[in-house]
Structures are given as structure tokens and as C-alpha cells.
């Protein structure tokens, strides 16, 4: 919803009172998700040439809320508010382009919105415009550009350019390398609740890179990223248990986080199994594999 609400937000200042009324009509509707309230007061907004309801009336259509989805009427809401120079839907219009929807795939002109967007300050366009550098969608990979954009997204908050910037400061690509700056890149996305981040984060105490050496901040960090799914936080947060570093030894939970792990497609993880399996009894194994079962059935893996 986060995507939903930064474009909402872009209010204009309207010089007529009862358009801004309307407006904010369409806003509280949205806000309260009666969006067919807040679709009928958007329309005619838009048919007026607002580019601010041009760009959510973009979205609701993208998305479906309040009328089907149309990606045809989302484009065209799109590009009518991008051609008025609005950012959010700039950012929108590329994000069309990038995935398909209604359009043959561009990532060409995916950039050119986006970068359109990210000039205005957009900190989603931003750190699209950064990926489409590492990546070479669109252009010539250029790591120095990329961290360009990805540091002014990263600036304003955005919690997947500070993971990926501090990846960069890391890896030494597109700036020099830096494990300080980068564990406080991924300290500020692993905050935000970013699982990427929360495992780099926990790799960075557990190898002591930046930082010193803390298996108990390693196990914090490595838990978060596991709860929320992410394969190689589990892997890692079953070494911990293994070895009882930043908490105690436990072979059950080792051999639990593991299966988790393998279930989800890191097969390299399978070697731990194996091992920790020669050193549980078969009623450990049994209750290692229940654990399992239960934790992917709770989070639908």
C-alpha cells in the first residue's frame, strides 16, 4: 500500500475550492478504500485535466480498485498526467513499460520515465533508475551511476536503495569499498523491516566486517530475516544454532531452520542436514521436521 499512498498524497493546490473539495473528497474515499466513491470523484478531475487524479485514476485501474482492472485506461491516465510533468506518474508510466502491462516490455523507455521521475526526486524512480544501471536494463551497466541515484533514493528513506547501496559500498562497486558505510546502509533498511538487509546485517556481525564481532546481534538479525522467509538468513540462523554462537546450542532448531531453507530451493544447505542428522537421535529429527511443517504452514511456504 505504500506505493498507493505516495501517490495519493501528491495533492495539487487547486485554484477553484470545490475541485479541491472533490478532491479531497476522492482522497478520504480512497483512504477509507470505498474506492468506487473515490473513483467517481477522481473521473471527472481527470477529464478536467488534473494531473494529480490523472495519476491515481492510472492506479486504480492499474490495480483494479473500484473498476476492473485496465491497463489500456491505466496507460492513458498515466500518460496524460506524465506528459504534465507529474513524478508519481512518471514513475507509474515507466513501471508499464518495465513489466508489459498493456504495452510491449521497454525498458528503454522504462528508464526515460523513470529517470524523468527520479530528476523531479522521486525516490522510487531513483532506485529504479539505479537497478536499471547494475542491471544494464535499458542502458550500459554503469555501477557509478547507479550508486549515484541509489544514494539519493537511500537519502530520502527508501529502505531497498539503502540495502542496495550499502551493497555497493560493500562489494566496492561504483564507489570505494567501505564495510562501515555499508553496515550503516543495512542497518537502516533491516530497521525498516527489510529481509535482505536484516540478513546482510546479521552476516556483517556474524564475520565482524565493519563492525566488531557479535554472534548475539548475528542471531538478532539472522531471526528477523528468517521469519519473514528469507532462505539465506535461515541457513545462516541454523549455524548458529548448530555451533551455539549467540545462543544456545540446538541441533532440533538447526535441523529445522535447514529443512525450511532446502524447502525454499537453497540446495547447499542440504550438506547441513546430513551433518546435523549424524549427531540427532531419530525422535530429534521427527521433532526438527515438525517444527518445520508447522513454520511453513503458518507462513504459506
Known amino acids: ?43 471527472p478531475l481527470a ?3 488534473n494531473a494529480s487524479a490523472q495519476d491515481v485514476l492510472g492506479w486504480m485501474y492499474q490495480e483494479g480498485l473500484g473498476t476492473p482492472k485496465d491497463y489500456k485506461l491505466a496507460l492513458k491516465w498515466f ?10 506518474a512518471q514513475h507509474n508510466l515507466a513501471g508499464m513499460y518495465a513489466r508489459g502491462f498493456g504495452i510491449a516490455t521497454d525498458h528503454k523507455l522504462a528508464l526515460k520515465w523513470n529517470k524523468r521521475a527520479a530528476e523531479k526526486g ?106 519473514q522467509g528469507y532462505a539465506l538468513a535461515q541457513t545462516n540462523l541454523g549455524v548458529l544454532h548448530y555451533n551455539g554462537k549467540g545462543t544456545p546450542k540446538d541441533y532440533v532448531r538447526a535441523h529445522m531452520w535447514w529443512t525450511i531453507a532446502v524447502a525454499q530451493g537453497i540446495e547447499a544447505t542440504k550438506k547441513y542436514l546430513q551433518i546435523a542428522g549424524d549427531k540427532m537421535s531419530s525422535s530429534q529429527i521427527t521433532e526438527a521436521q515438525k517444527l518445520a511443517r508447522e513454520w511453513m504452514q503458518k507462513h504459506g511456504k
Not at 14 to 37: H, I, M, R, V, W
Not at 212 to 219: C, N, T
Open 79 to 88: 500518460r496524460l498526467a506524465a506528459d504534465q510533468d507529474n513524478a508519481g
Open 1 to 43: 500500500m505504500r506505493m498507493i499512498i505516495s501517490i495519493v498524497v501528491l495533492t495539487l493546490m487547486f485554484s477553484n475550492p470545490a475541485l479541491a473539495a472533490d478532491y479531497q473528497k476522492g482522497l478520504d474515499a480512497f483512504y477509507k478504500e470505498d474506492f468506487a466513491t473515490a473513483l467517481n470523484e477522481f473521473r
Open 47 to 49: 477529464e478536467q485535466g
Open 122 to 227: 522521486n525516490a522510487d524512480a531513483q532506485n529504479n533508475v539505479g537497478w536499471a544501471y547494475v542491471q544494464g536494463q535499458g542502458t550500459p551497466k554503469d555501477y557509478k551511476i547507479a550508486f549515484k541515484w541509489y544514494s539519493l533514493a537511500a537519502e530520502q528513506g527508501h529502505a531497498m536503495a539503502q540495502v542496495t547501496l550499502g551493497s555497493l559500498y560493500q562489494k566496492g562497486q561504483g564507489t570505494e569499498q567501505n564495510d562501515k558505510i555499508a553496515i550503516n546502509w543495512f542497518k537502516r533498511s533491516a530497521k525498516q523491516g527489510v529481509a535482505s538487509a536484516q540478513f546482510e546485517l546479521g552476516s556483517m556481525y556474524d564475520n565482524g566486517r565493519g563492525t566488531l564481532q557479535d554472534y548475539k546481534l548475528a542471531f538478532k538479525w539472522y531471526s528477523r530475516g528468517a521469519d
